[in-house]
């Protein structure tokens, strides 16, 4: 792939810069789009998602950095250029449907057609044609758009976002104001667009239960893109290298806390393994002191007074005789999947994995800790295997287990289920800390 369908390269963009009101609606923003990728933009009201779709679309120039399109820099365009650009490299469909309520559905779709120069004949033709694939009824094509449901309104929207047949097609927030049904035909046609006409589709969107759609979610929170989350049930466009798609625990809580930054699902992973019965004011204590235990700012001394520190004086308030074990958990924890992370930038970086082999007894050792394994040299040779094809992301988690378990016959290490199940059990933990990557751009400078 020679070219990225769209590049922002170190975008800034400040409204109302120098007023009281200033704000900073895109902070440093670098993103690298394929051609024939599907990509939502998610975040919060006020994240930069909209902006930053609006900079693709070439109506918000940027006081930093570039806006590539398609290897062009577009904010360099002259005004024709430009207005070119708009017609026939990008489509937008819009929340609010902005048809002309004037004139018939028809002559909506085939408006754009009209600007570079096509024949009347061709341009209904491509319409109808386009409004009959998005269920749009032929008897419907000369009523005006206020006749329709919302849900038919949108589709003739979309209909005449790709009537230039552009390679881009945008979508801001394009099921807002839809109900569910009509909602799912609408992303169902978005979905169809880019896997049949192979066209690049950029969606905005704040609700978490369209993710599954895209190929990679970019989470967008205060101006910054935050995280680049692939989807490993959709075989990605982007070139990965093995394990970059693999899924864990971190993973799953980000679908139940989308808005949560890496770190804090980390902090939350954390706290799940090592708690129970804890009050939520307790839970709220511990995962600050975990996020600074991850950070380095916080040793186990540190840890252990504010642990059993009373409530009413800012502590968790834990029991003295319980709190050791937990600060003990905790920093082998985070110490060993420090291993998982070496490992997995040795296999990605493609370099040449001398000191595997110490890794991954490392990582034995600390199963051996936690779970108090106990295997015979055989088994051990099978689970080294199986461990490093897990870390790798080789295999999933679930056949991780399954050799654990599968008889030695058949190339298994023979564990019995419960065994298996607290083996995996725990490297999910070590590979949920250290297997996942915080981009460059991100807070905190965490020491992970």
Do not use: W
Not at 328 to 354: A, C, G, M, P, W
């Amino acid at each position: 792939m020679s070219k990225l369908a769209v590049q922002a390269d170190g975008m800034v963009i400040t409204y109302n810069k120098g007023k009281s009101n200033e704000f900073n609606a895109l902070n440093n923003v670098n993103a690298e789009i394929y051609p024939r990728e599907y990509i939502i933009l998610f975040g919060p009201s006020g994240c930069g998602k909209s902006t930053l779709l609006y900079t693709i679309l070439g109506g918000v120039p940027p006081e930093r950095g570039h806006m590539f399109v398609q290897g062009e820099d577009i904010y360099a365009y002259t005004p024709a250029e430009m207005n070119q650009y708009q017609q026939s490299t990008i489509g937008i469909v819009y929340q609010q449907f902005n048809l002309i309520s004037s004139i018939s559905v028809l002559d909506n779709v085939a408006l754009p057609m009209i600007f570079l120069g096509i024949p009347l004949k061709e341009r209904n033709q491509r319409a109808s044609e386009l409004l009959r694939r998005f269920g749009i009824p032929e008897r419907l094509e000369d009523k005006l758009p206020t006749m329709m449901s919302g849900g038919q309104q949108q589709r003739v929207a979309v209909a005449r976002a790709l009537i230039n047949d552009p390679n881009i097609l945008l979508a801001d927030e394009p099921v807002g104001n839809l109900d569910s049904i009509s909602a799912e035909h609408v992303m169902d046609s978005f979905q169809d667009i880019n896997e049949k006409d192979r066209k690049t589709v950029i969606l905005v969107t704040h609700d978490a239960k369209y993710l599954p759609y895209a190929h990679r979610v970019f989470y967008m929170r205060d101006g910054a893109l935050r995280r680049v989350v692939m989807n490993p049930e959709k075989t990605q466009v982007k070139h990965v290298k093995p394990g970059e798609t693999i899924v864990t625990e971190i993973e799953q809580l980000a679908r139940l806390y989308p808005y949560a930054e890496p770190v804090e699902l980390k902090v939350k992973s954390i706290v799940n393994f090592v708690t129970q019965n804890f009050s939520f004011s307790q839970l709220e204590k511990l995962e600050k002191a975990i996020l600074e235990v991850i950070k380095g700012s916080l040793d186990d001394t540190m840890l252990m007074d504010f642990l059993t520190r009373p409530l009413q004086v800012g502590g968790v308030g834990m029991r003295r005789e319980d709190a050791p074990e937990i600060v003990k958990r905790i920093f082998t924890l985070v110490r060993y999947s420090k291993d998982v992370q070496r490992f997995r930038e040795e296999v990605h970086n493609d370099q040449l994995f001398l000191h595997q082999q110490k890794f991954i007894d490392r990582v034995l050792d600390y199963l051996a800790e936690e779970v108090g394994l106990k295997a015979t040299e055989s088994q051990m040779h099978v689970l080294r295997t199986a461990i490093a094809e897990r870390v790798g992301g080789i295999i999933n988690a679930a056949d991780f287990e399954e050799r654990l378990i599968l008889p030695t016959n058949l190339g298994g290490a023979a564990f019995d289920e419960r065994g298996a199940s607290m083996v995996s059990r725990y490297l999910e933990k070590l590979i949920a800390q250290g297997g996942y990557v915080i981009l460059p751009n991100e807070l905190l400078g965490a020491h992970t």
